[in-house]
């Protein structure tokens, strides 16, 4: 198995938070041809970035999402994904994976409309992009619901998982006045997002179900049509042959071991697979 099927497997198998990861590393790879080397930095176009300017983000209200899957540099990418990483881990062990997409989605989105109302409110203009606001409404969301999570950090050893999120909140507001008061103002606001999330779930709400909805809605739309003309069908009564038989149980096994694999997988984690496991999962998924 080469280093692409590798990855498509990993894709495959790692859930809607690799998923999120995959999406993000595409969208910056795609960026890089809006990379301009006379200035040294990308210079996005307003049909991807959210601006703040009314006459811009109103003619292009999906740049409220779209915003959240760019970033303005490899190390932007980077760390962004490396805290991703771990906020979708915690968020993953008490949530299911329709309520991660949901909540990414929606926290990228609110935090985008506060985003361009405070600079419009303040006479300012700018246009932001990045998945921090989403990343902050899913590391807060799973700080909400279990603030005393024991996290181990390197070289801090065991910490309380609201000390993390609290610190990444503290040094958002310290800098809010700064250079980057945009990117702030939507950490603070995908942050706030992230808590009423968990609240309003707690009482019974769950915002999640409006992206699923929404995005069941276009599935269905793209769907192939299961309405096929009426044929007739006749019908065997004839007893099962040897044959049949033993191609069920075939695949009774294959269904066994594919099942022992994603058990391990859930276990240990992708890495742990052997390279024949590895090559048995991806001819399996073809």
Not at 51 to 70: C, E, G, I, N, R
Not at 106 to 117: E, T
Request: hydrophobic fraction near 50%; charged fraction near 15%; charge should be positive.
């Amino acid at each position: 198995m080469n280093i692409l099927d590798d990855l498509k497997l990993q894709y495959k198998l790692g859930g809607i938070a690799m998923r999120v990861i995959y999406w993000n590393v595409a969208c910056f790879l795609i960026s890089l041809v809006f990379y301009k080397f006379s200035i040294g930095q990308f210079d996005f176009p307003n049909w991807l970035a959210l601006s703040s300017d009314p006459q811009v983000f109103m003619f292009k209200p999906w740049t409220f999402l779209t915003y959240a899957f760019f970033h303005f540099g490899f190390m932007h990418l980077l760390f962004n994904m490396l805290v991703l990483n771990f906020a979708s881990n915690l968020f993953l062990t008490f949530f299911s994976q329709k309520q991660y997409l949901g909540l990414y989605i929606l926290g990228a989105i609110f935090s985008g409309i506060i985003f361009a109302l405070s600079f419009y409110i303040l006479g300012n203009s700018a246009s932001i992009v990045g998945a921090s606001a989403a990343i902050m409404a899913i590391l807060v969301a799973a700080t909400t619901y279990q603030p005393l999570m024991n996290v181990r950090l390197l070289f801090f050893g065991n910490v309380k998982l609201w000390h993390i999120t609290g610190v990444i909140l503290l040094l958002d507001l310290m800098q809010l006045r700064l250079e980057n008061m945009g990117g702030h103002i939507s950490h603070l606001a995908g942050a706030f997002f992230g808590f009423v999330f968990i609240k309003l779930l707690q009482n019974g709400t769950d915002l999640s179900i409006i992206v699923s909805k929404v995005l069941d809605f276009f599935a269905n739309l793209f769907r192939k049509s299961s309405t096929t003309p009426f044929t007739k069908v006749h019908k065997n009564y004839k007893k099962p042959t040897e044959k049949v038989t033993s191609r069920i149980v075939t695949k009774d096994k294959t269904q066994q071991q594919i099942d022992e694999i994603l058990d391990k997988i859930s276990q240990s984690g992708y890495d742990c697979l052997t390279k024949e496991e590895k090559e048995f999962l991806f001819r399996a998924g073809k």
